[in-house]
């Protein structure tokens, strides 16, 4: 084996290990916000700015940063992307007003959207065949970290203050410049020839691309593109992006508004903790599958089966009562966020050449956010105007809408045959 085949054997490991660490870290001060709320004085209506200042900084990074990742830039972006999470932990750590706190989401936010960038543009190119799978690997780090960090940070207040918990996670993440550092580089040379674009499809290679070994002969040399909007010139594009956008929205209603519901229906602090974990374990389980799925039936048909999961679930959240039922339905919701999730993904990697990849990408998980972003400005006042049901019933309306546009422009077509 020579030193090329050994680096690209280290690729997969090295972004699955990498991105476990980020999304740890990304999401232990979740549970610490109760305590927040009364060491600092943050409102509820704040919760919902927090989770939105990450959302909005990560959109940022992934619609104006994400190109860079096709340049040959990947693995920059990804250091740059871990020294900035680590920087944001250590600001909450030291802050004294809930306004601190926002800052710090939103320089983490910006950290983690071009590491997931660079992370997502690298495995693509590695094995674009298989492609969905990979995404499901990589969506299965980033919910492992989820169910670790907010479980950690939620044990660890029972003998440490949210201050030093975030202190100590600063340093933490630090360890995942070790993978990025060995591991972060192309697996092949990958070019992009602008006056002899990818044929078959616009834009340098948007619909259409046939996946043969013409479509793969791209060098950075001439540049992509710098900016990925190029893309939405195609309303299949659109469709994929507005598919992703509605399971996002999820993400932004409820991500930050959650330990808070959660403690006015009777759970303690632990418990919710838990919840994200359970959460994350369908997930985790079901992603390497659903990426199969995609990559054998279509991601739009994989999507569809787990947005018939989903609606129901995120619906009846307005009417439970019970913490412990709640943590159970977030157990299924899960496996209908992971075949729609990484579907979404999948049948953006299909449709785009992979010399695109970093930008296709950052344009899905962009848009997305914008969605989030949206969605989370409001929770916290929807939340206070409404309760559980107008949060949780308006978002299964949001999502049922955007799904339904989605879906009708996403239907899989015939490529176009090589000019």
Do not use: C
């Amino acid at each position: 084996m020579n030193a090329h085949q050994r680096q690209a054997r280290l690729l997969v490991p090295s972004v699955v290990t990498a991105m476990v660490v980020l999304s740890s870290a990304s999401f232990v001060i979740f549970p610490l916000i109760p305590s927040l709320q009364g060491s600092l004085g943050v409102s509820t209506a704040e919760i919902g700015y927090l989770a939105a200042a990450g959302f909005a900084a990560a959109l940022i990074a992934e619609l104006l940063v994400a190109p860079a990742a096709d340049r040959g830039h990947a693995r920059l972006m990804a250091v740059i992307g871990v020294i900035m999470v680590a920087a944001s932990l250590g600001l909450s750590a030291i802050s004294v007003e809930g306004w601190q706190l926002i800052i710090g989401r939103a320089v983490g936010g910006f950290g983690f959207g071009i590491f997931v960038i660079a992370a997502s543009a690298l495995i693509v190119r590695h094995d674009h065949a298989r492609s969905g799978e990979l995404l499901g690997r990589l969506g299965a780090a980033e919910l492992a970290g989820i169910a670790v960090g907010p479980l950690a940070s939620g044990l660890a207040l029972s003998f440490a203050g949210p201050s030093a918990i975030l202190a100590v996670v600063a340093v933490i993440v630090l360890v995942a410049l070790v993978p990025v550092l060995v591991g972060f580089r192309e697996a092949k040379p990958a070019v992009f020839d602008e006056a002899h674009p990818p044929t078959g499809g616009i834009a340098a290679g948007v619909i259409g691309f046939d996946g043969t070994d013409a479509d793969r002969t791209l060098r950075f040399g001439a540049g992509p593109p710098r900016s990925s909007l190029d893309l939405l010139r195609s309303p299949r594009i659109i469709g994929i992006v507005l598919l992703y956008a509605a399971v996002m929205v999820p993400t932004g209603s409820y991500d930050g508004i959650w330990p808070r519901f959660m403690a006015d229906i009777g759970a303690d602090p632990v418990l919710t903790a838990a919840s994200y974990a359970l959460f994350a374990v369908p997930y985790v389980l079901v992603a390497g599958w659903a990426g199969r799925l995609a990559d054998r039936r279509g991601g739009v048909s994989a999507y569809a089966r787990g947005l018939l999961i989903l609606l129901p679930i995120v619906t009846l959240y307005g009417v439970v009562g019970n913490p412990f039922i709640a943590t159970g339905m977030g157990f299924v919701e899960s496996t209908g966020q992971a075949l729609a999730f990484i579907g979404a993904a999948a049948a953006m990697a299909h449709a785009v050449d992979p010399a695109r990849a970093g930008s296709a990408q950052g344009l899905l998980r962009g848009i997305g956010l914008a969605a989030a972003t949206i969605a989370a400005a409001f929770s916290g006042l929807a939340y206070e105007a409404g309760g559980a049901l107008l949060l949780f019933g308006g978002t299964a309306i949001a999502v049922a809408v955007l799904a339904a546009v989605g879906l009708l422009l996403a239907r899989e077509r015939r490529a176009r045959p090589p000019l």
